[in-house]
């Protein structure tokens, strides 16, 4: 028994020592070399003799202080971010309102006042080290941030409410600060401290404006405050900042051309809406740390700066530019202008990632591929007009099908169906003025166009189904059986437009009320009788090539015909063409039946086996 309980002793022994070693590699962050265990005869050596380890207590399990920072606890992150925020505004707003106290009872003097207020802000910047080295990063950058608010305000008064220095002198201090704070950023690899340069600096115009139009100086300083938000980003994955510096750029662009934009300076500033929409646009390529061929590994974060930033920087560069286009002389430009930003759309599609210089990136891609449609789309009625809206809208729609299923892109798939049901929706709305001419009209030429393209795109998505692939086929399908009911609707409409235009377009100069009731008994019964004609050869079509999927437009076509017959025919026509319009639909449904009843298709033998 008492052999038994020394080998217990032995055997607990050797598990303390082999724990206490791995918790001595784990404080050291140095890799743990596996030691042999020492057998219950060996004793661990002197240097290895672990301390006499008591029992485990709840008060020994207490995380470190870098699992405390890290904890993402909604307690964790009121007290240790939240707080700090507010933390900060609050030292601003107080150190703000100390100056005006300060100012009001005279204690200081100005310039005594802007001194106090530059080495108390330069202070805190400094002291803000101790707690960086000592393991509080975040409440480092926060003391920062309060010392870059103090000298912004200190510089501010110095220029605004003392008089100290001209605003050249504020503002180079102030550009002082903005990259003092871009260099920390970079040597401490703090993106919260970029976020705070990137504040400052856009602040900084605000603080020195003056009420003047000093476009030139203004947006040369905007240019070089992104330009160097690019370095960054280029040199970190910090996406955030791009967001800041475009809505900060934005902002100061519609602010100034609200107060002081005239058409003399329409150069200069068509010049710098070009610069910056060609440096947000190179922008996202530019992202480090991004792996933008692959969409499933981003955050939420870089999917908003890769998707957000290109389709913001899209519409307002081109609003921007329509807009100062927008004057007698220049107004040739415009819709040429959304075909430029179409064809700049398409060249970026040729250029590869900066990360992945063999690869393009599959959220670029395809979203420029998108911007580019658009604007093409967005082309047509900007420089067509009438009907030629329709027909552009039409062909754009049948080439980006065709392209759909050369390059196989779901997406140009999409747009393509876009464009053809813009196409249609106009060609239905836009084309239906009434024509002398019967037939040989431009309304019935443009629905010609239509057919056409339907026709085209319904080919295009036959042959481009892929043999042995039925998830592959059936997006095709769909996309032919909507055209081929597309051309069917169209045909059904033209014609009937052209029955009508033939019927009403030739009122005698003095018309009675007998000459309308005519005229309207007659277009009735050609309407049927057309309606009718169109549901049999359907219907012939149908059973000719096998095919149910016509065999059913015909059918519902065919109940339609009935339904006018009985609803419409009965009241509006006289007896002869009330006689001729149900001998007709009775012979037509008649026929239908007999081919039916003899099972010309082996519909019968179909079913039978399908059960």
């Not at 590699?25 to 661990?44: D, L, R, Y």
């Not at 190179?282 to 590994?297: C, K």
């Not at 026509?573 to 037509?588: D, K, P």
Request: charged share 10%; hydrophobic share 55%.
């Amino acid at each position: 028994m008492s052999n038994d309980f020394q080998d217990l002793q032995k055997q607990v022994a050797e598990l303390t020592a082999r724990v206490w070693r791995l918790e001595q590699a784990a404080q050291k962050s140095e890799p743990v070399n596996a030691a042999p265990v020492p057998s219950a005869s060996t004793p661990p050596a002197p240097s290895q003799q672990p301390p006499v380890i008591a029992a485990p207590t709840f008060a020994s399990i207490e995380p470190t202080r870098k699992e405390q920072h890290t904890d993402g606890s909604l307690e964790s992150r009121i007290g240790s971010q939240v707080f700090n925020r507010v933390g900060i505004l609050a030292v601003l707003i107080g150190m703000a309102w100390f100056l005006k106290f300060a100012i009001d009872n005279h204690w200081i003097g100005p310039l005594g006042r802007v001194l106090i207020g530059l080495i108390a802000g330069v202070g805190l910047i400094a002291w803000s080290e101790r707690f960086r080295s000592r393991g509080y990063p975040a409440f480092s950058y926060s003391l920062k941030a309060v010392g870059s608010g103090i000298l912004y305000l200190s510089l501010w008064a110095a220029f605004e409410l003392y008089h100290l220095v001209p605003s050249a002198v504020a503002f180079g201090g102030m550009i002082l600060v903005t990259a003092w704070n871009g260099f920390m950023c970079w040597v401490q690899d703090a993106e919260l401290l970029a976020l705070y340069a990137i504040v400052g600096g856009f602040s900084t115009p605000l603080l020195l404006s003056t009420g003047e139009n000093h476009q030139l100086a203004l947006f040369s300083y905007l240019l070089v405050l992104d330009g160097a938000v690019l370095v960054l980003i280029a040199l970190r994955p910090w996406s955030r900042l791009l967001l800041g510096a475009y809505a900060g750029t934005v902002f100061f662009s519609l602010a100034w051309y609200a107060q002081y934009y005239s058409d003399g300076q329409f150069a200069l500033t068509a010049f710098f809406v070009i610069v910056f929409f060609l440096l947000f646009a190179a922008a996202p390529r530019l992202l480090r740390g991004l792996q933008i061929t692959d969409a499933s590994h981003l955050s939420t974060q870089d999917n908003l700066v890769l998707v957000l930033l290109p389709l913001a920087n899209a519409a307002l560069g081109f609003l921007e530019l329509y807009v100062l286009l927008d004057h007698q002389g220049r107004k040739w430009a415009q819709p040429w202008t959304a075909v430029v930003f179409a064809a700049f759309y398409l060249l970026l599609l040729q250029l590869p990632s900066r990360r992945s210089p063999g690869a393009k990136p599959v959220i670029l891609t395809s979203l420029h591929l998108a911007i580019a449609v658009i604007f093409l789309t967005l082309a047509i009625p900007l420089e067509a007009h009438g009907r030629w809206i329709t027909i552009g809208w039409l062909a754009e729609g049948a080439v980006l099908l065709w392209l759909a299923r050369r390059l196989h892109l779901l997406l140009l798939r999409v747009l393509a169906l876009c464009a053809l049901v813009l196409g249609f929706i106009a060609l239905i709305t836009l084309n239906s003025t009434a024509s002398e001419t019967v037939i040989f009209n431009a309304r019935f030429a443009t629905y010609l166009v239509g057919i056409a393209a339907f026709a085209s795109s319904a080919w295009i998505a036959v042959t481009a189904a892929v043999p042995d692939s039925k998830e592959e086929n059936f997006p095709w399908l769909y996309i032919a059986g909507g055209s081929v009911i597309a051309v069917n609707v169209l045909i059904m409409i033209a014609v009937c437009m052209e029955i009508h235009s033939y019927w009403w377009s030739h009122f005698p100069a003095t018309w009675q009320w007998k000459d309308f009731a005519e005229r309207r008994m007659y277009a009735q019964f050609t309407y049927s009788a057309w309606s009718m004609l169109f549901g049999a050869l359907l219907l012939a079509v149908g059973f000719w090539k096998k095919s149910a999927f016509l065999r059913w437009q015909a059918l519902i076509l065919l109940a339609g015909s009935i339904g006018k017959v009985f609803l419409v025919d009965t009241s509006q026509l006289s007896q002869g063409y009330r006689i001729l319009s149900f001998l007709g639909l009775g012979a037509l449904l008649l026929t239908v039946s007999f081919a039916y009843q003899r099972d010309w298709l082996n519909l019968r033998n179909q079913e039978k086996g399908a059960e």
